[in-house]
Nanobody, 124 residues
Framework: QLQLVESGGGLVQPGGSLRLSCAAH????????IGWFRQVLGKEREGVAC????????MYADSVKGRFAISKDAVKNMVHLQMNSLKAEDTAVYYC?????????????????WGQGTQVTVSS
């Protein structure tokens, strides 16, 4: 059973950077797409980015294009999300997610495995 564990959240000032990490346990990631979703209390979960472990194809939400970068470390079975030029509206709980196949969509139903989430707060 695949388990995902996030780390790297915290408090950062507007314009700053954070790097989130997702460690996968219980299964190699070779056949998965790994993504990041985020949720603000009272709002729906929003897909942020995904990456295909095979091939490395990526996809980003318009709201983070040019600021966030998703990457994989197949040897360590990890995925990272580098977040730059952070804004107050990026404040949310960020979840690492996994789904079978390639990264072709940021739709919620594509991802059946979820981590416990890590809080990112952007504030001065």
């Amino acid at each position: 059973q695949l388990q995902l564990v996030e780390s790297g959240g915290g408090l950062v000032q507007p314009g700053g950077s954070l790097r989130l990490s997702c460690a996968a346990h219980g299964s190699p990631l070779d056949w998965y797409a790994i993504g990041w979703f985020r949720q603000v209390l009272g709002k729906e979960r929003e897909g942020v980015a995904c990456i295909s472990i095979k091939g490395g194809g990526t996809m980003y939400a318009d709201s983070v294009k040019g600021r966030f970068a998703i990457s994989k470390d197949a040897v360590k079975n990890m995925v990272h999300l580098q977040m730059n030029s952070l804004k107050a509206e990026d404040t949310a709980v960020y979840y690492c997610v996994a789904g079978m196949g390639r990264c072709g969509s940021l739709a919620l139903y594509e991802y059946g495995y979820w981590g416990q989430g890590t809080q990112v707060t952007v504030s001065s």
